[in-house]
């Protein structure tokens, strides 16, 4: 069953904004290519001012993983914290089916 990844940054100055804006499609379209990519969406908040969200969907959660610890995902997302001086924040779901929340082991 498919997982989602949510991707969370914040950037207070534009003009860090304006250079975070390139490495997030980079990263997106190098994930496109990866094994058990489905697929991925990103969004500027509208009312919080410098809040960017990623929600990405992988088919699993280890294929996430992989891409996750890829060197040339590291080199991007080393960018972007230097850019945006804090910690990229990643939390991970998984489906609610048939109104029974499945148990959630995860390996990250």
Known sequence: MAICVIIKRTVSDKNVA???APLIVQLRSQATTQ???V???AFSCLDCQGEYLVVSTWNTLDDWNKWMHR???Q???KQIEKLT???TEYRYFEPIVGG???EFK???
């Open 100 to 102: 029974i929340i499945p």
């Open 39 to 41: 697929t991925s969406q």
């Open 106 to 108: 995860a390996t990250i």
């Open 85 to 87: 001086g804090e910690k």
């Open 35 to 37: 094994p058990g990519y």
């Open 71 to 73: 060197d040339e995902r």
């Open 75 to 77: 080199m991007i997302q």
């Open 18 to 20: 304006d250079q975070l």
